[in-house]
Structures are given as structure tokens and as C-alpha cells.
């Protein structure tokens, strides 16, 4: 697991064979095992966020994670801002499968 920071965005690919933590997050979306996706990802993955409709600051650094059939990587969301006072049981439900591969962040409630 990596963590997503103010400063730093982690998202998830597998170039190969697009392995994917189905036990984990359930069945894999589309896009995910569309080679289109698994090679722009890599090369340009800025672009390929902002059309999936994540803008990321210019200073935000993105690292992109490579899962493999040994390693499968999944992010730890930025905490949305605000939500300071809510408990555990309160922010599971704002976490979705998109944030945890890093194609999204969490909204605040």
C-alpha cells in the first residue's frame, strides 16, 4: 500500500496482464484492463487522469505503481480536507475502488 499526499499521487497499472486485487475491490472495471489505458498510464499519466477526471497540480508528483502477479499495489487515499472529525466508520464509505487505485480521490461527504 502507498499513500497519497498533498504533494504526492500514487496510481495503479499492471502493464502485463492487468492483474488486479478482485478479492479486495471486486471485479476489475474496463478501462482497467484496456491496453490503451495500461500504455498511457505509463508514458503520460497526467493526461490519462485528467480525461478519467482527476486534475492533480502541477507540483504533485505521480508516481505510477506496476502491479505484477506477485505484487499487487493499492493506494491509501488522501484524507479529504474537513473531515478531520469523522471517524473511521464515517470515512470508509467515501473510499472507493477508483481512489484505491488512484485514479480518483475521496470526496468530502
Known sequence: M????PTTHNVVVCTLCSCYPW???????SWYKDPAYRARVVREP?????EMGLELADDVRI????STSEVR??????RPSGTGHLTEEELV????RDAMVGV???AAP
Open 73 to 78: 499495489w493499492l493506494v491509501l487515499p488522501e
Open 93 to 96: 464509505p467515501l473510499v472507493t
Open 104 to 106: 480518483a480521490k475521496v
Open 23 to 29: 478479492p479486495v475491490l471486486g471485479l476489475p472495471p
Open 46 to 50: 497526467r493526461a490519462v487522469l485528467s
Open 2 to 5: 502507498v499513500e497519497n499526499t
Open 63 to 66: 508516481t505510477v505503481r506496476d
